[in-house]
């Protein structure tokens, strides 16, 4: 299968600070990358979808101003949480599906953030 | 509000049962994916199944999707340490644009 990489592992933060969060697919283009949070022992919450040089596309509830997504190349993606507060803490996850491989998703391997 | 509601929630079973995980929604996917995922990674893909009533097996793990294409099951037998992993179900839209996972299943298998 394909790889995303996802950087970093983890991060921690000082409140008020904001953090980019990194998604790469290596071997694909992907046309498409979505970024998912995560809260302990709970399933992933579908942050943003983002589409290669289009805007992202928030589900509701996410606010855009906050957790900021970039996706300006069909290889790169990034979250950038921003003015982070203790309550942001919790396991980023992206994932990226193109390049022939139809409608797999392939996934990082996640960014645990805390927050002080 | 989860899309795909997974049952049991927390399953702790003995090596060498059966079990049964299942997927629901009131929504029709195109297609529905079953992932496992270990704890600090991302989720892991073990299949994707496409057509109403399909059948897949891999191993010792079949999965199935509704006619209907609104539910799945995911039933493994003689369950080994091994599959111990949190097993998510995921949706995914017409297009392709969207995918929803479900609200997850914790499995612990003891030795």
């Known amino acids: 299968g394909a790889v995303v990489s996802q950087h970093p592992s983890w991060v921690i933060c000082k409140s008020g600070t904001s953090v980019k969060i990194e998604c790469r697919s290596l071997?694909?283009?992907?046309?498409?990358m979505f970024w998912y949070r995560q809260f302990p022992k709970q399933s992933l919450m579908l942050m943003a979808t983002?589409?290669?040089?289009?805007?992202?596309?928030?589900e509701q509830g996410v606010e855009k101003d906050k957790f900021l997504i970039n996706h300006a190349s069909l290889t790169l993606s990034t979250l950038t949480v921003t003015s982070a507060h203790p309550e942001d803490s919790s396991f980023y996850i992206c994932?990226?599906?193109?390049?022939?491989?139809?409608?797999?998703?392939?996934f990082g391997s996640g960014t645990q953030l805390s927050v002080l | 509000t989860q899309l795909l509601e997974q049952s049991p929630q927390f399953l702790s079973i003995q090596e060498g049962e059966n079990l049964t995980v299942y997927c629901n929604s009131s929504?029709?996917?195109?297609?529905l994916q079953w992932y496992r995922q270990e704890p600090g990674e991302g989720p892991v893909l073990l299949v994707t199944?496409?057509?109403?009533?399909e059948v897949k097996k891999l191993k010792r793990l079949t999965f199935q999707f509704g006619d209907a294409r609104k539910d799945s099951s995911l039933h493994i037998t003689a369950a080994q340490p091994g599959d111990t992993g949190l097993y998510l179900c995921?949706?995914?839209?017409?297009?392709?644009?969207?995918?929803?996972f479900g609200s997850g299943t914790k499995l612990n298998v003891k030795p």
């Open positions: 983002s589409n290669e040089g289009s805007k992202a596309t928030y």
């Open positions: 929504s029709v996917f195109s297609s």
């Open positions: 995921a949706g995914a839209s017409y297009n392709f644009n969207k995918f929803y």
């Open positions: 199944v496409v057509t109403g009533g």
């Open positions: 071997d694909f283009q992907a046309t498409t």
């Open positions: 994932s990226a599906r193109g390049g022939g491989w139809g409608e797999k998703l392939f």
